[in-house]
């Protein structure tokens, strides 16, 4: 199960992705290449609204409905952009303690 987050006033997501630099989502409604959004990360990220821009979307899924987990659904990609170097710091602080490195033995 992944995290769920919003778009405010657009739909909710569910997470499928995030680095620094953007973000895949899983989504019932088709975005708009090019469309920009405000982005709330999910709440395991803590309280974070960033600026993306939607990369692609593409159809995933069903398109016939046999029940309700096999309705047609939606991935974006999508780049931050206009991010502050607090927002970066934090949004990197947050990734590594989620996923932190592992140091290689050579």
Request: charged content about 20%.
């Amino acid at each position: 199960s992944r995290p769920w987050g919003r778009i405010p006033g657009a739909l909710e997501y569910r997470l499928v992705d995030l680095s620094i630099a953007g973000a895949r989502i899983e989504h019932q409604a088709s975005l708009d290449p090019g469309s920009t959004w405000g982005l709330e990360l999910p709440l395991a990220f803590g309280s974070m609204s960033l600026q993306a821009r939607v990369v692609h979307t593409s159809p995933v899924g069903d398109a016939q409905v046999r029940d309700a987990d096999a309705l047609l659904r939606y991935q974006s990609g999508l780049a931050f952009f206009g991010m502050s170097l607090e927002q970066q710091t934090t949004l990197t602080r947050r990734l590594n303690t989620l996923y932190p490195t592992r140091s290689r033995e050579t």
